[in-house]
């Protein structure tokens, strides 16, 4: 049974998700009211479809797609790994640039889950990302998740459970070099790498880091006998201490699906206040 302290704890750190993720609807709000109408309307289509069936959120890739991955960082390193594919991108708040209305925009995500007893890995990407990047941005993207999971799971052997902001900047940055180094992309190439993202973030949906990691959850419950040999035993003491942890994943998907809620609760109120969803801007 969780301790008053720990519930007081809890509490808090809900009602300042709850803040900031009607904050970021509403910035994300004013991205939408740029499009057209039946852009603005797919877009709330797929938020409510993911809202009602999270798994759906997330698809397996083209074999043309996986090949092309497995080619790029070698077949070897994604070994046992699950890929796949979604139309949304992800955001967090901004590590870089803290503030309330900072937002860090990815087309990748590389997340590990305990379900029924086994490990797994997986690694989903922004559909558009994979179609528009060229190899040199792909394979530097590849190797960013790649690294980002190689530190972390260092941090957990540590039996580091808190992972600060600053940690968070540290990690990013130290997946960042890496990336680079093992990808050889130039300077000029990574910036277009970063306006792509930009540009796509202005065009597709995008949902809160914490969703998406929960969708891809559901998608495991979901696919079990088509993931299931996918799945890994803990390899030593540590990893069998994180079992007991991991299993708890499940009812914090489950919040993270009422958070979502409540961010398209906010920015369909932000939309329908301006009459974007008609075309007309009401002043």
Known sequence: MASSEEEEIGEKYEAEYIAWVQVAAR???????????????????????????PASMHFPLESEEEETIEELVGNNRLKNTILLKTKALIFAPSILAPST???????????????????????????AYIKSATEPMLRYMLEHELAQGEIYKELAALRIKIISSETKGVVHEEARVKAIQRSAISADELERERQLILDLSAQFPQVPVHFAS????????????????????????????????????????DSSSDFFKTFLKELRKEITMTGAEYGIEIV
Not at 30 to 40: G, H, P, Q, S, W
Not at 231 to 240: D, P
């Open 27 to 53: 910035e994300i709000a004013a991205t939408l009211k740029k499009l057209d109408v039946n852009e603005i309307t797919k877009i709330v289509e797929f938020y409510e479809k993911s809202l009602e069936h």
């Open 101 to 127: 209305s900072s937002l860090d925009y990815g087309t990748a995500m590389h997340r590990r889950f305990f379900l029924r007893g086994l490990w797994f890995s997986i690694i989903a990407l922004n559909e």
């Open 214 to 253: 929960a969708s891809l959850f559901k998608y495991l419950e979901d696919n079990w006998e088509e993931v299931k040999r996918f799945g890994l035993a803990s390899k030593n003491e540590r990893e069998k201490e994180l079992e007991l942890s991991a299993e708890k994943f499940a009812d914090w998907a």
